[in-house]
């Protein structure tokens, strides 16, 4: 089997993999809609759907209150090419668009491990690591994220080739940053551009960082970024910009070991922005996100508890900053650990 058709198998069984995991949905019997997608998309797709098949753009929703913009919102990734795939094949089906979100995550994690040397089968696992994994599944109840999420890859991918000189780097670079910017999802989108100018970087340098942000410029320009993007945008850069001078200090350190020392602390540090929003969730809520990996056949939609989060009894520990914190020591505590051991001779 030659190169081409063996990549083309293993993204085949990637497909297979991720539809097997959600076969209920895929029969009909059982759904994905749940929680925001059952109460908010699911209605509104209605009317998305019936724009887009006559040919118009679902500008306005009348059936909300006396009327508001649905075009505007964004969150209904109205534009993404996903929606209108759907919208063409199976317009009456919610479960077709989450699947078909998760299938498209799955290719686009196979896509970029792919373009980051790793083999046909480690790349199959990468990719249904990531649709299969607990922020994924669960976000089948938040559509706009869901659609973030299957773009992101393909982002961070098309910047690694651009990054590496590709032929079409920079154009495909261009498309999946406007169809980053139609899913709705304003920051994992910005987490993307970060993340490929940093993968195109290492790839080739300064001007392999040149490369992809020249295909990143028009594609927001592709997107037509609107208005409903600009807050989170302002509200993100200075986030955005602090992260990755906090990633460029610590890649100057010499010393191997303090670099994964600091490394490791940026790590055990991140969550505190999601543990800080998570603050004022109430007991069902906190139950709910803090324990996603441990498949409940019950539900829906699998949810994954994670291992760590699950050895927490939340009737003793109902503080979602609590547990979130106790995450992050044993993270940062067992990462100096390992800093602390002398690095393996291929990396010194």
Avoid at 11 to 30: N, Y
Avoid at 70 to 88: D, K, M, N, R, T
Avoid at 175 to 201: N, P, R, W, Y
Wanted: with cysteine.
């Amino acid at each position: 089997m030659d190169a081409r058709r063996q990549r083309a198998a293993w993204a085949a069984v990637t497909t297979a993999g991720v539809l097997l995991a959600f076969a209920p949905a895929v029969l009909g019997l059982r759904t994905l809609s749940h929680r925001d997608t059952d109460r908010l998309y699911a209605p509104v797709r209605t009317l998305v759907v019936e724009e887009l098949r006559a040919g118009r753009l679902p500008l306005w929703d009348p059936y909300e209150g006396t009327g508001k913009p649905l075009f505007a919102e964004g969150v209904h990734s109205v534009l993404h090419p996903i929606s209108l795939a759907a919208a063409a094949l199976a317009p009456s089906s919610i479960d077709f668009l989450v699947l078909a979100y998760l299938v498209a995550g799955a290719l686009g994690a196979f896509t970029l491990a792919r373009t980051i040397g790793a083999s046909p089968p480690a790349s199959a696992g990468a990719g249904l690591a990531f649709a299969l994994s607990g922020f994924s599944a669960s976000m089948t109840g938040n559509l706009v994220f869901l659609a973030g999420a299957s773009t992101l890859p393909w982002l961070v991918a098309a910047a690694r080739m651009a990054g590496a000189g590709a032929r079409w780097g920079a154009p495909l670079v261009a498309l999946a940053t406007g169809c980053a910017f139609l899913s709705g999802d304003a920051q994992t989108t910005l987490v993307g551009l970060a993340l490929g100018i940093l993968l195109a970087a290492d790839a080739g340098g300064p001007r392999g960082a040149a490369r992809a942000l020249a295909g990143m410029v028009p594609g927001v320009l592709l997107a037509g970024v609107r208005p409903f993007y600009r807050s989170t945008l302002a509200a993100g850069l200075p986030h955005l910009v602090a992260g990755l001078a906090a990633l460029l200090a610590v890649d100057r350190l010499r010393d191997e070991r303090a670099r994964a020392a600091a490394l490791a602390l940026l790590v055990a540090l991140a969550p505190a922005a999601a543990v800080y929003h998570g603050a004022h969730l109430g007991a069902p809520e906190v139950r709910r996100f803090t324990t996603p990996m441990r498949l409940e056949t019950d539900s829906p939609a699998p949810r994954i508890a994670h291992p760590v989060t699950a050895l927490y009894d939340h009737r003793e520990h109902p503080d979602h900053v609590d547990a979130s914190a106790r995450v992050a020591s044993l993270v940062l505590l067992l990462a100096v650990r390992a800093a602390r051991r002398r690095a393996p001779a291929s990396v010194r």
